[in-house]
């Protein structure tokens, strides 16, 4: 029957296209490690811990790009995991139906804005901003206070780790924001009724009902914060200093990141070692998205289901 | 803060708890105030710093000499679309044929493995995109910087957020539909094409347009790709100019008429992906985004 | 709705996916490569360079130094008025442009710094190197208060080493009687990129200072102890610009065209001199050029020369198979070497001294395409 046939050609002709989808993974992943597998024989487990970066005597180890993406990483979970977790209560408890609904679509156009223009606002603002008020203020304040005194010494020169984490907090804000709401709707309203049903306050309602039972899924949504961290190139690159100084424990000090690493680097690495020792650090930003990513989404399914509203 | 303390008639508690509700009331709202202020202070910068830059000369004119004021980004504008465009005919049928697999289709495993697949690359950053297809194209299959490398990157990025979207909008197609639809005996296939698909037409566009803003901006895969051309260029085997190329390039730069020009090139994207978005809104309100 | 007419549709839309995969597979099959040689005519409409030449290429791609950037921008200006060829040079740094030539991912290159022997044997074949202009590579700083600056090599490299860590430290205060500079820290700006202005700087902090030749050492992509890392002369220049109390080496140009301060050298023969083009020109008096012109002119033993000049390079294979491109290339070439040169004064490079340009002349001549040399001899 024609039909028979037009099925068969349809579905070949879908599967055919669709099948792309797992080959360019699988290509992807087999070109990078087949590119970065000198670097990865030649050095081994070292070079996620020796910082010695020296394309002149072939010596690679990633150890101070690995810690620039931890330190920036950090600083933008920290800064960004609270207020927007914080908002995500709010627009699901407190606000208005209306009123939420408006202000989580301008929180999402945020998630629009393309990485290169969070850069350019982040050098042309944000790096005068922490240069001349905010990073003298911390030192004169927070860098006097014996611990953690040592995260705000040192000279300040505007792009350092502290900018770079800064304003990835700003870009990982409405991913936590969306993702943390549809955890926290998803809880069932019988919890909150109960709650309210002994008496307890709004907010006593939010803390013992709804946050004990939408905790894994906001975890999740902060795994998934981290990992779009992990990979964020362009607005970091432009506000990070660029500059492959050894660790140390000051957030003032210029850095980079795995992938500003390879941004800055990619173009102009010849030599075969030197270019698959900047492809295995795509290849290890690569193993990184690749657990990251389930291991988030794993979390959020067993809270809200299949994350929607996040195809950013 | 336990049910004893919520049902304790001491009026001491019941007023520190009235102050805990209020002072966290205070700070949600503060952290939503932010949330979007950070938006509008953005979407303040770009007005101010980046309208005065918009002239007829920035939208038509090439970029002058290094140091030289005037000139446009011309080339930049024409080559963000002509590599979205192209981008968008690979993506969107292999996103669009991805989502029809694994809702329509659905043999079992190989669903699955295509649906997760399609989420990992999502995942992937997008300077990994960028090596991959350099290796593949620029030093391997076609041996140089082109538009076309540029391309098949963004397409690679666009891919799992066409399937993505598609897939739940297809979803949202009643099954009632589709069983009409059989039981008056059309084959399969017609199904999906004629009654499926364009049942979902509004957010299969959403998901299109959706893909086709984030590519627009993305600059990693484009600096290993398309390198960028000081001319106009309509030549997919060519090295081609894009806007978030142009940004980055005039963002590390010391010359100010650059600067300017960064924030009026960034205003261009924000505003058409705006736009887009905005139309999307109003058009397909009911689809998931 | 379901009738014979929709079989129309559904074919339509299916050929369209088709039609599509099809002209994209057709547009990478269909490579712009082979190209016919034409008879290596006199080429008269073709050489000397006066204006557009029918056998040539229309486009070419290169990449390279940022270093000379301003001067080549305003070439590929200049020269696609005068011949309709389009030259897309993007500046991304003379480490990027000796890989992108190394893999042929360009037609010609730029880089500041000569290419190693161990760079030159991993091409496929044979690159020449192309002298086009020369330039002063200048420590240009960013203090408040401070207009005039003298450095010698000895405070440079203590700079760069970490070594000389206030604007006021007493080292400064020697060669700057009367300047009073501000107690804040130095923030050395280098860059971040594989760079031939490093390699020039490098160099010849190498030479001048063993501390810093055994701590850092020369090369296009050093580690420095201390600073902030720009990518390109342009964004070291937008670094000093945009942070106070910052030093930094760049181009004359880069530096002029912001107006930052340029610092004075003392050089090799104990005289501070100011970077102009007059003291990069004397730098390449009575030096002894090799074959392959592959030569570094740091630290100038001449009187008045600026210790930190050098040359930035063309690189291009000799032999390219593609003949429309060779004859593009080798007329490019030819233009820059010698009508190019009018243009260098004014935008902060010098020209090419008569005997290098000579040498220049003999290399683009040297340009073959399958064997035959694509300029008529002279």
New interface residues.
Partial sequence: M???R??R???G??????????L??A??TL??VE?AWPSITTYGLGFLTSST????KEIFGAAAYLYGTLVTTAVAVVIAA??????A???VE??PQRVAGT?S??????A??????????G???L??LF?ENVEPFLQSTLGVLPLIGGLFSG?I???DLLVGGVILA?MI??LL?AVSREVIAAVPTAQREGMLG???????M???AVLPYARIGIVGAIVLGV?RA?????AVT?VV?????AITSSLFV?GYTM?SA??????????QLYFSAI?EI?VL??LV??I???LA?LLIRRVAGTP??F?? | MSAAAIASPSWRVRRRRRVADTVMAVLLTAATAISVGLLLLILGYLIVNGLPALNLAFFTERPKPFGVEGGGVGPAIVGTLIVSAVAGVIAIPIGIAAAIFVTELRPGRWAAIVRFAAELIAGLPSIAVGVFVWSFLVRGLLGKYSAIAGAVALAVIMIPIVARTTEEVLRLVPGSLREAALALGAPRWRVVMRVVLPTARAGVATAAVLALARAAGETAPLLLTALGNLFFSTDLLRPIAALPLQIYQYAASPYDDWHAKAWGASLILVAVIALASFALRAFAPRVPR | MLDAGMLGEEKKMKFRLAASALAIATLIAACGGASTPSPSSSANPCFPVKGQCPEEAQQLTASGATFPAVIYTKWVDEYYKATGVQVNYQAIGSGGGIKAITEKTVDFAGSDAPMTDAQLAAASSSILHIPTVMGAVVPTFNVPGVTKLNLTPETLAGIYLGAIKTWNDPKLAADNPGVSFPSTNITPVFRSDSSGTTFAFTDYLAKVSPEFKSKVGAGTAVTFPTGLGGKGNDGVAGAVKSTPNSIGYVELIYALQQKLGTASLKNASGKFVDPTLDAVSKAAVGVTYPDDLRVSITNSPNAEAWPISTFTFLLTYKDISDHAKALAMARYFWWGTHDGQNFAKDLGYAPLPADVLTKAEAKIHAITSGGTPVLPAK
């Fill in positions: 024609r039909s028979g037009g099925d050609l349809f579905a002709g879908v599967t055919g296209l669709a099948l792309i989808v797992p360019t993974l290509g992807i070109l990078m590119a970066w020296d394309p002149v609270p207020v927007a977790v914080g908002a209560i709010f627009l407190y606000a202000l679509f301008l929180i999402e156009v945020l629009y804005i393309p990485s290169i223009v969070y850069g350019l606002w050098l042309f603002v790096v005068p240069r000279p020169g505007g792009r700003i804000l409405p924001v002994i008496g307890a306050t709004k907010w006593e939010v803390r013992g990992a992990f990979g964020e190139t362009m432009l200093g660029n500059s492959s100084t210029p992938a390879i941004a800055n680097q990619f173009v102009e690495a010849s030599g492809v795509a930003l690569l998205a690749l990251v990513n389930t989404r929607q509203g195809a950013i």
